[in-house]
């Protein structure tokens, strides 16, 4: 995560000091990121307003079965089980995967997308919806604050009161193919 997405994603957020919140941040991190040392970690734990020390990090670290693993240069950074099926932990998809991805996601499953203000309303085959919106949490490509999923219906909240528009033509597109 770029120091600006950090900065422009933490604005006016509030994170709990809970166990739950914490192990969330710890996953978002480490699937965004190359984290190399439990320090590291922490201070960007700190960075998000979540005060953690060695004990509870490294604690944190077991209970979600984080390890080590070699990037392709060679670097060792922690990695988390996946959440679903495929449980074998891997490394951050760089952004060109992440924005791959996302292309290859809305052009098979976006129908249709239209803004209000800062909301997105996106529309997927049935049962689609829930898949979709997790691709674009993961993706962080557009100053996304959230989404919420049904069953074929995704709605998208930017950030910028008056983004959705950018964001709805952002998502049409990545189907159309466009770079």
Known sequence: MTEAHRDSGQAGQAVPQTRTARHRRIVDILNR?????????????????????????????????????????????????????????????GESVKEERMRRLATELLISAE????????????????????????AEGYDILGTIAGDDTVMLISRDP??????????????????
């Not at 008056?162 to 770079?179: F, I, K, M, P, T």
């Open 162 to 179: 008056s983004g959705g528009q950018a964001v709805a033509d952002h998502l049409l597109r990545l189907a159309a193919g466009e770079r």
């Open 115 to 138: 803004a209000s203000a800062n909301l997105v309303v996106v529309r997927t085959p049935p049962g689609a919806a829930q898949f979709f919106a997790s691709a674009i949490d993961q």
């Open 33 to 93: 990121q190359a984290v190399r040392s439990q320090s590291q970690l922490a201070k960007l734990l700190a960075d998000d307003g979540l005060s953690v020390t060695q004990a509870t990090l490294s604690r944190d670290l077991d209970e979600l079965g984080a390890v080590k693993i070699r990037t392709n240069n060679g670097e060792l950074i922690y990695a988390v089980p996946s959440e679903g099926g495929f449980r074998t932990p891997q490394a951050p998809l």
